[in-house]
């Protein structure tokens, strides 16, 4: 198993609306406050895909923007098609979600997001193996497609979390 620091310097950052997919040497890392990553991992290809997204749908459907969470699953599913890699065959995570403004449950976009993503996958007929949402605060995560471990850090509000490999 690798350390935190090896994990973070092969890091290729994603920003927000961002999807990152590619085989067993990259590591696709990502600060996530109330967006939320669904990573996919293929165990035999060792193949993964990562999104990023800030909101959970458009409205009707009308911007094609991997910003949306049903357009950053498609995208995924795309670039799965694309490489040869078998949806159904892959492991599913969700990472993030957090509530940003602490005194305020008005609009919570984090738990909206959070719901998105299980809609999306509950759809595929998918099961998520493993998840780290909601909460306060944001987290930074580290996503090695090799191991398919997504390495979870946790800064501000809840700090006093321990960070995780999932």
Known sequence: MS??????AREIFLNP????????DEVFGTLLGSCVSIVLWHPKRQFGSISHFIF???VSGYEANTKYGNWAFAQQKNDLI???VNLRECVVKIF???RMFVDSNINDVGARNIAAARQLIAQEGLVITS???GGDGYRRLYFD????EVWVKFD???????DKVL
């Open 17 to 24: 609306g961002d999807i990152g997919c590619g085989f067993r």
């Open 131 to 133: 998840e780290n949402v």
């Open 96 to 98: 993030g979600g957090g």
């Open 56 to 58: 959970p749908s458009t």
């Open 3 to 8: 350390s935190f620091n090896e994990i973070a």
């Open 82 to 84: 694309r490489h040869g």
């Open 145 to 148: 497609v090799e191991s398919g």
């Open 156 to 162: 501000w509000i809840d700090s006093d979390q321990e």
